[in-house]
């Protein structure tokens, strides 16, 4: 597979998830039962990721390999993808929490929040890596030599840090309805995955022959 391909097949069902998220999102009126449609929104989230995701594998497959395998495959990654989002929207739960986030007054919001970010933000490692402790040294930028491991460094920081600078229009006097805890953290780290796919297709190329080349040197 060119690069090219492997790149277009990586931020593809990312991609397709974003787009309807954010178009279901924008035909509501979000801050009216703000947590029921953001739970909404995660379940249309992990639906077309997974379809996405199961067209890229039966692209990628040979044609000797069985439709049946390709499905359960495709099965037990959405499954892990949702553990591995359970257990990060904990975490981001928490970190929230600390940064300011509602605790006891909308902890609801904060946690659906978590959970939609988390969703979002794992997915690229949920789809491409074995949830094993060598490979979480991705997320600081182990192994950039490799298209996968970019898209995961990417994609995770792209949708957190969005949801983290999106926190700053909450506290302005707009008086504006989206203004709402959790609606700029649900925008901002979908405007932030969007961005870091830019940045991928941008970068990538650069960095993995930075990384080879300083590999070879080493040796």
Same mark, same amino acid.
């Given at each position: 597979? @060119?690069? @090219?391909?492997?790149? &277009?097949?990586l931020i593809f069902p990312?991609?397709?998830?974003?787009?309807?998220?954010?178009?279901?999102? %924008?035909?509501?009126?979000?801050?009216?039962?703000?947590?029921?449609?953001? &739970?909404?929104?995660?379940? =249309?989230?992990?639906?077309?990721? %997974?379809?996405?995701?199961?067209?890229?594998?039966?692209?990628?497959?040979?044609?000797? /390999?069985?439709?049946?395998?390709?499905?359960?495959?495709?099965?037990?990654?959405? &499954?892990?993808?949702? #553990? !591995?989002?359970?257990?990060? /929207?904990?975490?981001?739960?928490?970190?929230?929490?600390?940064?300011?986030?509602?605790?006891?007054?909308?902890?609801?919001?904060?946690? !659906?929040?978590?959970?939609? @970010?988390?969703l979002l933000s794992t997915?690229?490692?949920?789809?491409?890596?074995?949830?094993? #402790?060598?490979?979480?040294?991705?997320?600081?930028?182990?192994?950039?030599?490799?298209?996968?491991?970019?898209?995961?460094?990417?994609?995770?920081?792209?949708?957190?840090?969005?949801?983290? &600078?999106?926190?700053?229009? =909450?506290?302005?006097?707009?008086?504006?309805?989206?203004?709402?805890?959790?609606?700029?953290?649900?925008?901002?780290?979908?405007?932030? #995955?969007?961005?870091?796919?830019?940045l991928f297709l941008i970068?990538?190329?650069?960095?993995?022959?930075?990384?080879?080349?300083?590999?070879?040197? !080493?040796?």
């Amino acid at each position: 597979m @060119t690069d @090219t391909k492997e790149k &277009l097949s990586l931020i593809f069902p990312g991609l397709v998830s974003v787009i309807l998220s954010i178009f279901f999102a %924008s035909q509501q009126e979000l801050y009216n039962n703000t947590n029921f449609l953001l &739970l909404e929104i995660s379940v =249309i989230s992990v639906i077309s990721h %997974s379809v996405a995701n199961y067209f890229v594998l039966l692209q990628q497959k040979t044609k000797n /390999s069985k439709t049946k395998n390709i499905f359960l495959e495709t099965i037990q990654n959405a &499954l892990k993808h949702f #553990y !591995i989002s359970i257990a990060t /929207s904990f975490f981001l739960f928490v970190v929230a929490v600390l940064l300011g986030a509602p605790l006891f007054s909308d902890y609801n919001s904060t946690f !659906i929040w978590a959970f939609n @970010t988390a969703l979002l933000s794992t997915s690229a490692f949920s789809w491409t890596f074995t949830f094993e #402790y060598e490979n979480l040294n991705i997320a600081m930028g182990d192994r950039m030599d490799t298209l996968k491991a970019q898209w995961v460094f990417f994609s995770l920081w792209g949708s957190l840090l969005g949801s983290w &600078l999106s926190a700053f229009v =909450i506290p302005l006097d707009w008086d504006r309805p989206w203004q709402k805890w959790p609606i700029p953290g649900f925008l901002g780290a979908h405007f932030g #995955y969007l961005i870091s796919i830019v940045l991928f297709l941008i970068l990538s190329g650069t960095i993995k022959e930075y990384h080879k080349q300083k590999g070879s040197k !080493i040796n």
